[in-house]
């Protein structure tokens, strides 16, 4: 089985700050990491994905998350945050091989970008 | 191209209720999941349909919800009797067939309160 743990719930940061999101995982298997955001009011969008490759992937409003195997971390990042960047975010992984992609999520982290 | 939407958007019923919530995905894409995110906590797999047939239902909670996905089109996701602890929001999503399609699009949810 796998697991996505997200320690912080909640991240409050000032406009233009950098901003780093937090995500572990742990699966006796190989794993696609995904990242995913909810603005208020609407549904899940994706931001980001790791497959294979440089494992460093970017989305496009500025992003990035670097895959750590060793560590098996996701972090999320980015160096300067706008206000239009608050929003729930989510990690999460499916397994490479069979379980027909299905996602395993942590519990969120919550994204408030102040003046 | 329309997204993934869901009806309704919103539900409050009393417990013991009969409620259906229904999933229209983006046209053309066999694969379908629903989860469901209980307040505070991560958003949890229910189950995966491809076209029509039930792929994997290991995620649902117990008897008392029932899925179905005649024609492979639309799905509905029916909760009887419902329990107070049943609340949460609801989502799915969908994903084009192919074994380069890891990307699931998501609806905006239908959020549940069982009173």
């Known amino acids: 089985a796998q697991s996505v743990t997200q320690l912080d719930s909640q991240v409050p940061v000032f406009e233009e700050a950098p901003v780093e999101l937090r995500c572990n995982y742990s699966?006796?298997?190989?794993?696609?990491l995904f990242w995913y955001v909810q603005y208020p009011n609407q549904g899940l969008q994706l931001l980001l994905k790791?497959?294979?490759?440089?494992?460093l992937v970017e989305s496009i409003n500025g992003f990035e998350a670097e895959f750590n195997k060793s560590q098996t971390s996701f972090h999320l990042r980015k160096p300067s945050v706008h206000i239009s960047d608050t929003a729930e975010y989510f990690c999460a992984v499916s397994v490479r091989a069979g379980g027909g992609n299905k996602l395993t999520f942590g519990t969120g982290t919550q994204l408030k970008v102040e003046l | 191209e329309a997204g993934v939407t869901q009806f309704p958007s919103h539900s409050v019923i009393e417990k013991g209720q009969t409620v259906t919530l229904r999933c229209d995905p983006i046209s053309g894409h066999d694969n379908l999941y629903w989860y469901r995110r209980v307040m505070g906590k991560e958003i949890k797999f229910l189950l995966h349909?491809?076209?029509?047939?039930?792929?994997?239902e290991s995620g649902m909670p117990n008897n008392r919800f029932l899925a179905e996905r005649t024609g492979g089109t639309y799905s509905t996701l029916k909760v009887q009797p419902a329990e107070l602890e049943d609340s949460g929001v609801y989502f799915c999503?969908?994903?084009?067939?192919?074994?380069?399609?890891?990307?699931?699009?998501f609806g905006p949810g239908t959020r549940l309160t069982v009173l």
């Open positions: 349909f491809v076209k029509e047939s039930k792929q994997d």
């Open positions: 699966s006796s298997v190989s794993v696609y």
């Open positions: 999503a969908s994903r084009p067939r192919g074994w380069n399609t890891d990307t699931q699009y």
């Open positions: 790791y497959l294979s490759g440089s494992t």
